[in-house]
């Protein structure tokens, strides 16, 4: 199932890298079959990664991976070490966006917070819009692959203010859905 939904949204562009349509995702930035291939084998002997499918990556490197069974993992590349991710490539995109939400991997701010930064200090940021409009997108390219209820999640993020914490979701909240999936 997994490859079948890498396949559409490859074709789509929402995840082909340098693509008009592709979506960014913080810490999981998709790669071309081409640079998976060659990340599956040059760290083949470090994380053990036969019969899996690399298809993504994160800013330092380690490796987002599925196996036969379409269970989700993210790879150390230095140590090795596979850890459960989500049961899916869905779920696995799924949780990144809650992540996001929730302030983790980018730093979140309101709109006006971010039109009185100067120029140097606001690229560093993601304003309250840009990242609804980021969550939209998401739900726009990958909402007919979430579950019902994952949509509707979606939905309240987008519909709820920034908290004092910088993010839509309470990292409590973020955890419980986290932990709903692998």
Known sequence: MNNEVFCSLYRSGYIKPKSKNYIWLPEME??????????QKRWQDICDLEGMT??????GGDMFVWDSSDMVYFAEHDTGVKTLFARSLADALFRRIIEFAAGEYAELCTDSEKADMDESDAQDYISESEARDMIRSCRSAFGEYLSDEQVSVLEEIISS?????????TYERCRELTMLIP
Not at 30 to 39: D, G, L, P
Not at 161 to 169: M, N, R
């Open 161 to 169: 203010p920034l908290d004092e914490t910088g993010g839509f979701i």
């Open 30 to 39: 998709f790669i071309s079959e081409q640079e998976a291939r060659e990340r």
């Open 54 to 59: 690399v298809f993504a990556v994160n800013g």
